[in-house]
């Protein structure tokens, strides 16, 4: 049974009249004829009933109208779903960000997708550079934004963005006003409050430390924090030191409440994540472009 049988059907049903109903459908009325005939041949049931010259429902046929009509209007439910969903007017948007694209890149971002777009949901995931990558991997969001790279061979990446990042500290704290002779062994003498396992802003000030000859295994961890804004909270009025973006610590340097030390790091990119293998959906692809 094919929707065009069901249309042909009902056509007749309410028409009462084969000739008249393939007028309407702009149909030969053999064609329409025939596809009677199948459909009555392959069920083995009589929908209508020949009176002289004209035709009546059957039994059978007066219930098979109901049916007809409401799968039809299934049908076309689901082509106006489809068709939401192709020009945007409704669906789900996933993505996981990590802490710092989600809490400062990303938003203007998903604030204009949500003025283009009022109808589609944002289903938001935030965690770390790892989780984000794990989401995606995983196919629990289409799209991941992280601080940095990952090496993951499935997913597909591309940077977006350039952040920068800083060593911050109190700023009564050596470093604030350190010289540049001296920066190396205070950054080895410091207790750091640090990021999580998994954190792109870990890796980040790993690497940093690597680069001005300082073990990343050697330095002295005061503590272990699972977001920027714990980290930054801790720092204040401490004698320890973190590397976290500027831009997330920005409203408390206007303050005076943490200083920059005065060390240069090497900028990190905002990378966009998909997986290989997944095509993307109109929600995402329309999010993506958005990013460029």
């Known amino acids: 049974m094919t929707l065009e049988q069901l249309t042909i059907f009902l056509a007749v049903a309410e028409a009462?009249?084969?000739t008249r109903a393939a007028e309407r459908l702009g149909l030969t009325p053999s064609a329409v004829s025939a596809s009677i005939k199948a459909l009555e041949r392959f069920y083995n049931v009589a929908l209508f009933s020949r009176v002289g010259?004209?035709?009546e429902l059957t039994d059978a046929g007066r219930l098979f109208v109901e049916e007809a009509r409401a799968t039809l209007a299934r049908a076309q439910a689901a082509a106006?779903?489809?068709?939401?969903?192709?020009?945007?007017?409704?669906?789900?948007?996933?993505?996981?960000a990590s802490q710092t694209t989600a809490s400062h890149w990303l938003p203007p971002r998903l604030m204009r997708f949500r003025m283009l777009y009022p109808g589609v949901e944002v289903d938001l995931t935030v965690g770390n550079t790892s989780t984000v990558a794990r989401d995606v991997l995983s196919g629990a969001s289409e799209i991941g934004l992280i601080e940095g790279e990952i090496d993951e061979p499935a997913l597909a990446s591309q940077r977006v963005a350039r952040d920068e990042l800083v060593i911050l500290c109190a700023p009564r704290h050596p470093l604030a006003s350190a010289k540049a002779a001296e920066v190396d062994d205070l950054l080895r003498a410091t207790g750091w409050v640090m990021r999580e396992q998994g954190s792109g802003t870990r890796a980040a000030l790993r690497a940093a430390l690597a680069r001005r000859a300082i073990d990343p295994d050697a330095i002295r961890i005061a503590l272990v924090l699972p977001?920027?804004?714990?980290?930054?909270?801790?720092?204040i009025d401490s004698d320890c030191a973190s590397c976290l973006s500027r831009a997330?610590?920005?409203?408390?340097l206007a303050?005076?409440?943490?200083?920059?030390?005065?060390?240069s790091l090497a900028a990190r990119d905002f990378t966009f994540l998909r997986h290989k293998e997944r095509g993307l959906s109109p929600a995402a692809r329309e999010f993506s472009r958005l990013c460029d």
Request: proline fraction near 4%; glycine fraction near 10%.
């Open 16 to 18: 009462q009249h084969v």
């Open 255 to 263: 303050l005076g409440r943490l200083s920059v030390a005065p060390v």
């Open 227 to 235: 977001s920027n804004e714990a980290v930054i909270s801790a720092l």
């Open 80 to 96: 106006l779903a489809l068709s939401d969903l192709g020009g945007l007017k409704r669906g789900v948007l996933r993505l996981s």
């Open 248 to 252: 997330a610590a920005a409203p408390y």
């Open 53 to 55: 010259r004209g035709i």
